[in-house]
């Protein structure tokens, strides 16, 4: 049986695909070893969401102050992929996670939660996946390994696991993800689908995306995630669910629903300056 406990931090853990998922680049064909993608986010708790944020699903940007702010930075060299996330709320950073990966396979990932005192690692090597999570209150340590499947995924990850099969999820198949979760050391499958078509406000083709997990008991306790995509260019402009940001709420982090806005900044290094693309 699944406890709730257990529930509450894969939901936490998962809700890190908020920022995953907006690692898409602008644009077609392979991405130049020296593009830096810098992507910055706005964070809304649902149930207070400012009057002027009521369309940020539509693609409308809202002036309003937010309670959170998203960061990645990602970069290319060699092959390797690596991106530096943060997740900030009125005190600060409050998670952050690092990833290393390859043509969307995830090498490496550590993640920093300020919030429920943990720092979790995870590495691949030769087939398996190592854990490690450290107690930030104690010191503690607890390690564990499994076979890697060829689907892994971590947050950071998810976007360009996916990007191969985006043409069959906007003919509405599925993709099926081997989600890890670094603080259970475990991983769960998990299916992301189209949730629905539209335009934006502008007129733009939008289309809806769902994750949900694949088993029957989790999904009647884990609630699904929805990222807004634009087609045309793969970039994520919104994104509804359970945040990886926490409410301080007395000497406790609580959960929340959140939308989410991003903005992305694509640079390209060009001399002695920087040009955007």
Not at 9 to 32: Q, R
Not at 65 to 70: A, E, I, L, W
Not at 168 to 177: A, S
Not at 244 to 260: N, P
Request: glycine share 8%; aromatic share 8%; net charge positive.
């Amino acid at each position: 049986m699944w406890d709730m406990k257990k529930v509450r931090i894969l939901t936490a853990l998962l809700c890190l695909f908020a920022a995953g998922s907006a690692l898409a680049l602008k644009g077609k064909g392979e991405t130049p070893a020296d593009v830096s993608l810098e992507i910055m986010g706005n964070i809304y708790p649902v149930d207070q969401l400012p009057a002027g944020c009521a369309e940020i699903l539509k693609g409308v940007k809202c002036a309003d102050p937010s309670y959170g702010k998203f960061h990645v930075i990602s970069k290319k060299e060699g092959g390797i992929t690596s991106s530096v996330t943060t997740f900030s709320g009125p005190e600060g950073v409050q998670v952050t996670e690092q990833s290393w990966e390859k043509d969307g396979h995830v090498q490496k990932a550590v993640i920093e939660n300020l919030a429920i005192r943990k720092r979790s690692e995870l590495e691949v090597k030769d087939g398996k996946v190592f854990y490690r999570v450290t107690d930030l209150s104690d010191g503690s340590t607890k390690t564990s390994e499994d076979e890697a499947e060829e689907n892994l995924v971590v947050p950071s990850t998810v976007m360009s696991y996916i990007k191969p099969s985006f043409h069959l999820l906007k003919e509405g198949k599925e993709v099926r993800l081997k989600v890890a979760v670094p603080d259970r050391r475990e991983s769960y499958t998990f299916i992301m689908r189209k949730h629905q078509s539209g335009t934006t406000a502008d007129g733009t083709e939008m289309m809806v995306l769902e994750m949900a997990p694949s088993s029957f008991i989790i999904k009647a306790l884990v609630d699904p995630m929805y990222f807004y995509i634009k087609p045309a260019t793969g970039e994520m402009f919104a994104f509804e669910g359970r945040s990886a940001l926490r409410r301080k709420q007395g000497d406790s982090y609580k959960e929340m629903k959140v939308q989410t806005a991003y903005d992305y900044r694509i640079k390209v290094a060009a001399g002695a300056g920087v040009k955007k693309i």
